[in-house]
């Protein structure tokens, strides 16, 4: 019964930006770390991006300085707007809460091309 969507990738060439969705039940999303993970293709899935109930984010240092994590409580959807991308940036992108996650969802594939 609880979900996670996301939504928003596709292929981009390097340099260029994309903004992936979350979006999930209120459930999950009140009062709940969420983060962004990234599996590349071969590679186990890796945090990279969460933000807390109250707005703070943070990030892995591979994405510093290019990726933003956002969320719209009332919406019950977290953001992540990718500029700069790399091409190691490919891979599926994930959401879902930091602390007692719940099943993945479909993920959302980003193809970034040199």
């Known amino acids: 019964q609880v979900q996670l969507v996301e939504s928003g990738g596709g292929s981009v060439q390097a340099g260029g930006s994309l903004r992936l969705s979350c979006v999930g039940s209120?459930?999950?999303?009140?009062?709940?770390?969420m983060g962004w993970y990234h599996q590349a293709p071969g590679k186990e899935r890796e945090l990279v991006a969460h933000?807390?109930?109250?707005?703070?984010?943070y990030y892995a240092d591979s994405v510093k300085g290019r990726f933003s994590v956002s969320r719209v409580n009332a919406d019950n959807t977290i953001y992540l707007e990718m500029k700069s991308v790399k091409p190691e940036d490919t891979g599926v992108f994930y959401c879902?809460?930091?602390?007692?996650?719940?099943?993945w969802g479909p993920g959302t594939q980003v193809i970034v091309s040199s």
């Open positions: 209120a459930n999950i999303f009140r009062l709940n770390t």
């Open positions: 933000i807390t109930s109250s707005g703070d984010a």
């Open positions: 879902n809460r930091i602390f007692n996650r719940v099943s």
